[in-house]
Structure formats: structure tokens, C-alpha cells
């Protein structure tokens, strides 16, 4: 296991100082949030499942950075925030931030999409990457199979404007065919998380920028769908081969 790096308390003062004259002020989330959260990520990825890590040496150790994650399970976020090596604010879509899991997730840092397009939760995320911090996206919107075949542009947008870097990052054995979304995995159960190699992105002069957020996007999710297809056939952990959320199962 890797212990994470830059989770002191000057680190994070220096962190939430710097914060964000390109944003209007806008200071984003608490930096306090993901670092008692990463710890119970920690345990449960480590304690309660035996979590597999690899490639966190691709992980930069300072300045900007974007997860890209693939998602087939509620417990996804738990587990990427429990592995990484800096501390991470996720991007969670609205409707989770209701009841004990509202409170739980607010208090961690994890930052509201609303059904709206997420502007306001771009613009949060915007402020703690330019602030150096890191930000944890879905590009694929939603829990399914997690093969990375479509992605939002909200990770390319935030690459190209903060900018940061992006590491794809491969989640597997979480959620099993047949299991629902929000099934909590069983203890003890194998899982893996793969860093990818980051990826630098930037528009080419003469670009409009439609075209170089379609081609960021386009990286983005072809890096993401290959790391995904390579960590599944080297830990032999496949992905799901159903998608719980549009077959009408849910959480079941």
C-alpha cells in the first residue's frame, strides 16, 4: 500500500490561500474535506476489500489534475478516494446530496452536478485545479458497464481551462455482472485500481474551440476505454456485462 503524499496541514493552507483569481473569487470546496475522507476510503479499500493499486507513479505530485475514471458502481468514489496519492475532490451527481450521504458527502468536498449541465460544479472544480488541487470526473455520466464506449465533455472543458493534467484511471471487480449500482461489494473481494499515463492536452493554434474540446474529449475517453481493456486482461477482473440503470434494475 502507498501512503498518500501532501496531506499536511501546511499543504492545505497554502492550497486554500492560492485560490483563484480566474474564477472570480470563487474558492471551490473546503481542502479539509478529502483529507479525512481519504482515510476512510482507506480503510475501506484496504480493511473491508483486498484493493489491488497500481501505476501511482504516474500520478504527478503537485499541481493540477484530473481523475478520469470509468464507473459501474456507487462505490467507485469511495475506493478512488481511498487509493489515490492526493487528496480528491469528486464530482457526485445532485441526487446523492440528500439525507446522512448528503451531509457525508458536502463534509468530504465532493462537489454537486446538477441536471443542468453541472456549470456551477465546473466552476467549483475549476477552482481547485487552479488552485493545484485534484478532481475526480466520471466521464461517462452514469453507473454502467464502465468500458469508457461514450464520455461527457466536462473532463476535457476542465483540462483545457484550468489546465491540468489528465490520468485515466481503471476500476474494476467493484461491481460484478448482475449486481446493482449501489450493491456494496462483499468483504474481502479482490478489486483493482490502475493510474494511467497523463495526459497532457492543449488547443492548437487555429483551433476553434469546439473542435479541441471535441478532440480533448475524444483522448480522453480512447486513453481511458484502452487503460480499462488492458487492466481488465492483466488482473483478470472483468467488467460487467450488463448496465443495472437502463435495464430498469437500479440498485437492486
Given at each position: 500500500?502507498?501512503?498518500?503524499?501532501?496531506?499536511?496541514?501546511?499543504?492545505?493552507?497554502?492550497?486554500?490561500?492560492?485560490?483563484?483569481?480566474?474564477?472570480?473569487?470563487?474558492?471551490?470546496?473546503?481542502?479539509?474535506?478529502?483529507?479525512w475522507?481519504?482515510?476512510?476510503?482507506?480503510?475501506?479499500?484496504?480493511?473491508?476489500?483486498?484493493?489491488?493499486?497500481?501505476?501511482?507513479?504516474?500520478?504527478?505530485?503537485?499541481?493540477?489534475?484530473?481523475?478520469a475514471?470509468?464507473?459501474?458502481?456507487?462505490?467507485?468514489?469511495?475506493?478512488?478516494?481511498?487509493?489515490?496519492?492526493?487528496p480528491?475532490?469528486?464530482?457526485?451527481?445532485?441526487?446523492?446530496?440528500?439525507?446522512?450521504?448528503?451531509?457525508?458527502?458536502?463534509?468530504?468536498?465532493?462537489?454537486?452536478?446538477?441536471?443542468?449541465g453541472?456549470?456551477?460544479?465546473?466552476?467549483s472544480?475549476?477552482?481547485?485545479?487552479?488552485?493545484?488541487?485534484v478532481?475526480g470526473?466520471?466521464?461517462?455520466?452514469?453507473r454502467?458497464?464502465?468500458d469508457?464506449t461514450?464520455?461527457?465533455?466536462?473532463?476535457?472543458?476542465?483540462?483545457?481551462?484550468?489546465?491540468?493534467?489528465?490520468?485515466?484511471?481503471?476500476?474494476?471487480?467493484?461491481?460484478?455482472?448482475?449486481?446493482?449500482?449501489?450493491?456494496?461489494?462483499?468483504?474481502?473481494?479482490?478489486?483493482?485500481?490502475?493510474?494511467?499515463?497523463?495526459?497532457?492536452?492543449?488547443?492548437?493554434p487555429?483551433?476553434?474551440?469546439?473542435?479541441?474540446?471535441?478532440?480533448?474529449n475524444?483522448?480522453?475517453?480512447?486513453?481511458?476505454?484502452?487503460?480499462?481493456?488492458?487492466?481488465?486482461?492483466?488482473?483478470?477482473?472483468?467488467?460487467?456485462?450488463?448496465?443495472?440503470?437502463?435495464?430498469?434494475?437500479?440498485?437492486?
Amino acid at each position: 500500500m502507498t501512503r498518500p503524499r501532501g496531506f499536511g496541514r501546511a499543504d492545505a493552507g497554502r492550497e486554500q490561500a492560492a485560490v483563484g483569481q480566474a474564477t472570480g473569487g470563487r474558492v471551490g470546496p473546503s481542502v479539509w474535506g478529502p483529507r479525512w475522507s481519504h482515510w476512510v476510503g482507506h480503510f475501506l479499500a484496504y480493511g473491508v476489500w483486498d484493493t489491488r493499486v497500481t501505476g501511482i507513479g504516474n500520478v504527478p505530485t503537485s499541481g493540477p489534475v484530473l481523475f478520469a475514471a470509468n464507473h459501474t458502481s456507487a462505490m467507485d468514489g469511495p475506493v478512488i478516494v481511498g487509493v489515490t496519492p492526493r487528496p480528491v475532490h469528486l464530482l457526485v451527481k445532485a441526487e446523492s446530496f440528500t439525507g446522512p450521504s448528503g451531509v457525508l458527502l458536502r463534509a468530504s468536498g465532493s462537489i454537486p452536478v446538477e441536471k443542468d449541465g453541472g456549470r456551477g460544479a465546473l466552476v467549483s472544480a475549476l477552482a481547485v485545479l487552479r488552485r493545484g488541487g485534484v478532481v475526480g470526473v466520471f466521464p461517462e455520466g452514469t453507473r454502467g458497464r464502465g468500458d469508457a464506449t461514450s464520455a461527457q465533455a466536462g473532463v476535457a472543458w476542465l483540462a483545457l481551462n484550468a489546465p491540468a493534467v489528465v490520468v485515466p484511471v481503471a476500476m474494476l471487480g467493484i461491481r460484478r455482472t448482475g449486481d446493482g449500482v449501489a450493491r456494496v461489494p462483499g468483504l474481502g473481494r479482490c478489486l483493482a485500481v490502475e493510474f494511467g499515463r497523463p495526459l497532457e492536452l492543449e488547443r492548437t493554434p487555429g483551433t476553434s474551440g469546439r473542435v479541441a474540446l471535441e478532440r480533448a474529449n475524444e483522448a480522453i475517453r480512447v486513453a481511458l476505454a484502452d487503460l480499462v481493456t488492458s487492466a481488465a486482461a492483466r488482473t483478470r477482473l472483468p467488467l460487467p456485462t450488463d448496465d443495472p440503470l437502463r435495464s430498469g434494475r437500479g440498485s437492486k
